[in-house]
């Protein structure tokens, strides 16, 4: 056996980029650049009033509150032109967005004005160069908007939009294969004879892989049987990843291992000293990731994401592979057993002082699903850490976000 360390590191390693593909910008959501994005244009592309009010010149602005006040000469709506240039000692009625004329400097907003006769009276004189958004101060013609390996949220498909992109570069889906093994699997939907449940891992690892970016290929339930498992593996192979659930145990009927031995499958790891998540295989087939998590559908879950979640995040050439973590201090004492570091499941809550403090989920058996519908995060115990009381600090790494920077897993 492993750690989990050595595990995630040998995964890692044998990551390639999956390539590229262009998509228009609005089915783009959710998808990683594959080259950084420099802007064609300047935004905003002309100077403009940040204000309802009046464009006046700055030079003007001292005598305009009494006598004669500005002139109003023009009137620029937002989408126009902005018309002639503003002479001296008048003033344009202005919207916000609209185009500065040339000539004006400042806008006054028309909250600080008073109009009379066609004229403008400044009752609070900005100061000159107030209220104007000037060309390119968001973004310069050729700047670096995006960087390779962003993901597109609804922030940066906006940028992209205000800077007259359409289509852009990024790193296509990795397809995965998911295959639950098990004779006593059946689909949903079917009823269930005895010694037979339902097939539940298949599901959660599609969700898993959807919510990784990724494209998940359900190729269904191979049975305990050799050839059957051989003829769907093989067909596994084609995709990017290959993820089986069960069947990497050492049981009578566990051939997984066998049958991509036989497929030329070159394994670099089979046994991770975790609980849950022992039987975790991984193994690489011409380029591709081959996973065999366990068959317990909580095993199975926490195996994903301490190894295939980063990877599939890395093959799109993601930087943000790690789930956030913290540090929270227990609320019943917790130890780990034997010689594996032990992942339970935990709702956080926020302490006296501000901190974090964390509970788990209730039973933490590897097959009790419930402790992960219940889970904020995953607290991560060294293994041999003998039982210490409440209010120990232990790692809780969370179940939702990306971030940069990889967890400090126990050596
Ligand atoms: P295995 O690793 O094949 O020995 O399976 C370990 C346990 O997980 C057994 O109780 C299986 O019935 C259960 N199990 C295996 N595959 C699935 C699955 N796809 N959905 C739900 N439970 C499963
Ligand atoms: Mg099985």
Redesign the pocket.
Known sequence: MISLNEAIDLVLAEVRPVGEERLPLLEALGRVTAAEVVSPSAVPSFDNSAMDGFAVRGVDLAGAAHGEGLVITAEIPAGQPSGEPLGPGSAARIMTGAPLPEGADTVVQVEHTEERDGRVFVQRAPAVGSNVRYAAEDVRRGDVVLPRGAVLGPAEIGLLTSIGVEELAVARRPRVAII???S??VPPGRPLGPGQ??????FTAWGQVLAAGAEPVLLG?AP?DRDETRRLIARALDEDVTIT?????V?D??FVKQVEDELAVERRLWGVATKPGK?FAFGVHEGRLVFGV????V??MVSFELYIRPALLALQGRHDIWRPWLTAVADEPVKATKDRVEVGRCLLARDESGGWRFSTTGPQG??ILRSMVLADGLVVVPARHPGGPAGEPHLVVLLEGSRGERPPYPA
Request: charged content about 10%.
């Open positions: 639950a093994t098990g006593e699997l449940i339902h097939n539940s891992n298949s339930i305990d659930s069960g069947g990497v145990s049981g009927y566990d039987p366990p068959g317990n559908p095993a199975a590897s097959g």
